[in-house]
């Protein structure tokens, strides 16, 4: 037992590690979308399709995921994730061809995509009852090292050298900056796979199914799980790519803005954490459907009532936070085991980031024409009736049966 539970610790916080590195790399655009759109000669709404690259990447690559874990198995697969996100972030910092930007972007995001299927099928495998606790921690790390890919890429791009500010390159370098702390402790934890294997207190995973990851696609309840994450993933993309371009907008400095955003993703690490502990007592599942409701009081406030902006920063943090870890800990407690987790998780997250990708690029769009903040708001409220729709029906408890 006490080397199983060693084990358990060392596996706790190479998950932990891994989440770290999840949202950093992209989380940093948001902030730096006005610098990057200068340099292009470019408006900042015509670079909305920068931040949807990523979710663009995770809806193609995700379906793909659970076939690559079957060959390799989870760990690996992780692994080379994590070494295509270091070369993914390296190559979008490189300045000598414009398309280094968007190259690198891609190969980011599709390196995310494997690790945002498999790390809830794993956190699934290895924890059992522990589940959704696990699941509460990954995501609020998830939401806290955004918060740090925002709080360094403004100080990193504003940093002189030479008389010579870095610029955004090194701001969005920056953000890898836990790569290889990750890739070195996930390696070591998995390279004791086979002992853990040999321990008696391992759990056993069952047999891989033929032809599960093709059934899910015809299981409803995974689709609703899919509207879910989409609609609470279009939420999140919106606000952490629009938010400093709204406070911007106000003529609010860039610290204050920097501080605004990251405001945003440390209440969004508050919210991760705090969600599992209201579960416990949410016998009616009254938190999935009562977030999106929330959400759109911060979104109606934020454009309306400017002069609380960090109360309504606040808010659309926690419940951004908290979604995020309800969707996750949906597709862990709705799947009967890791295998039809994967394939769950591979299929909500294509289906759900096609969704998401668009809410960043309309919402641009919508400010564009409009040339306020009004309009785009009705972005905002459409992914939200999605969102609640979505939770609504799965308060009956059902589960994904393949």
Known sequence: ?????????????????????????????????????????????????????????????????????????M????????????????????????????????LIGASLAVANVLMPAIVKRDF?????????????????????????????????????????EAGLLASGITIPIALVAWVFVTGRS??????????????????????????????????YMGAQSTSFYIFATWIAPIMFSRGESAAVTSTGITLFHICGMVGSLVAPLLLRFDGRSLLQVTLPVLQLVGVVGLVFVPQATFVWIVLLGLCCGAALSVSLTLIAHRTADAHTATATSGMSQAVGYSIAALGPVLFGLAHEISGGWVLPIGVSAAALVLHFTAGWILRDGRTVRV
């Open 1 to 73: 037992m006490g080397n199983a539970s060693k084990y358990l610790r060392w596996q706790f916080i190479a998950v932990f590690l891994v989440a770290l590195n999840l949202r950093m790399t992209i989380s940093g655009v948001g902030p730096l979308l006005n610098d990057i759109a200068d340099s292009r000669g470019v408006s900042a709404g015509a670079l909305g399709l920068l931040a949807s690259i990523p979710l663009l990447t995770w809806a193609a690559v995700s379906p793909l995921a659970h076939g690559i874990s079957a060959r390799l198995g």
């Open 75 to 106: 760990d690996r697969t992780v692994t080379w994730a994590l070494v295509a996100l270091m070369l993914g972030t390296v190559w979008r910092s490189l300045d000598f061809s414009n398309a280094n930007l968007w190259l690198g972007t891609v």
């Open 128 to 168: 059992g009852k522990h589940t959704a606790t696990v699941m509460g921690v990954y995501s609020a790390a998830l939401g806290g090292a955004a918060g740090i890919g925002t709080a360094i890429a403004i100080p990193v791009a504003q940093a002189e050298v030479g008389g010579r500010a870095l610029g955004w």
């Open 194 to 227: 086979a002992k853990r294997a040999a321990s008696r207190d391992a759990p056993v995973p069952p047999a891989l199914t033929p032809g599960i990851g093709k059934r899910v696609w015809r299981s409803r309840t995974a689709w609703l799980l899919a509207c």
